[in-house]
């Protein structure tokens, strides 16, 4: 009997031979630049449609804006609920004097996570973590590791450990490269900026009962951490699909066409109710500090966790039953 550590420090090696976290590291680091500069254009085609500079003077264009597409009763119910939603928001934010988005470096990374967390970063996520298991069959490696003397489940426990590591780094990686890249356009300035967090969507209901105000640094903190627990929980099912599926292309493309599918049914799902107990569905969990309207109604953070959480034990329940009872050598 061992301890998981020389198993742990094995698997990392493995997944630093394979160059697949460094790609997806070098992925990050060129689309940020991208998004940054996406940003920056953004911000100057508003100052130069609204003719100002003060956040208040165009947050108060913009809710004029809203209301007036608000008055087309041609629009769908669905997108109406999403504008009255946002309408209030921006009026909360005016009457409270908080910039909504006021540019720096902090909210650009806190935006970034926000649109990130829905797809692309559960991607790659997938992508390192479709073959940790496949790949032993495929390069034959299987045979020599399950020969040692150690126990199947502490193998695959130690699988599990080091891609929840390599999660927490391509997090933590994408939070760092962000700030430092899009700081150097915008400043990197903002951390105590005052953030509305707490707001509350029901249907057609907008509560800031429990609306409050906190900094900048911690708002992106939570929201990091729910990201966060979202890719995990990826990671959980892309382990399950690799003990699975024995090839690696197959895996990682079941992987993938299942994140992307589910960034497709999360617009079509609104009539749907039974949807919100799918994994896809319930991954962009940094909305709920937003005060966004859910996907599908009802839908509110504690359900979407428990959700998410659900799934997560059953695909690590499966994985190591079928790791450890699976003859595997043949």
Known sequence: MINLYPLIHNETIKMLKKRRFLVIILIIAIMIPVFTYAQLKVSESTRKQFGTTDWHATTQQHIQEITNRLNNSRMPDVYKQYLQVQLKSLQYSLDKNIDPSSPNGVTFTRDFFKNAF???????????????????????????????PVRRWKVLMSKWITLTLFISLIVLMTGVLCYAI???????????????????????????????????WLFLIMEMGLGWFSCVVVGCLSLMVSVLVRSTAAGMGIMLATLIAGTILVNMVSSWESAKYLFMVNLETVNFLNGTLPPVPGLTLPFSLTVL??????????????????DILN
């Open 118 to 148: 829905g797809l692309f970063i559960p991607l790659m996520v997938a992508i390192i973590a479709a073959d940790i298991v496949s790949s032993e069959h495929s390069t034959g490696t299987i045979k020599i590791l399950l020969t040692r």
């Open 182 to 216: 899009s700081g150097f356009v915008f400043g990197y300035a903002g951390w105590n900026l005052p953030v509305i967090t707490g707001l509350q969507v029901t249907g057609t209901d907008f509560s800031t009962a429990n609306a409050h105000v906190i900094p900048q």
């Open 309 to 326: 959480s659900i799934w997560a034990l059953a695909s690590l329940t499966v994985s190591f039953r079928v790791f450890t009872k699976r």
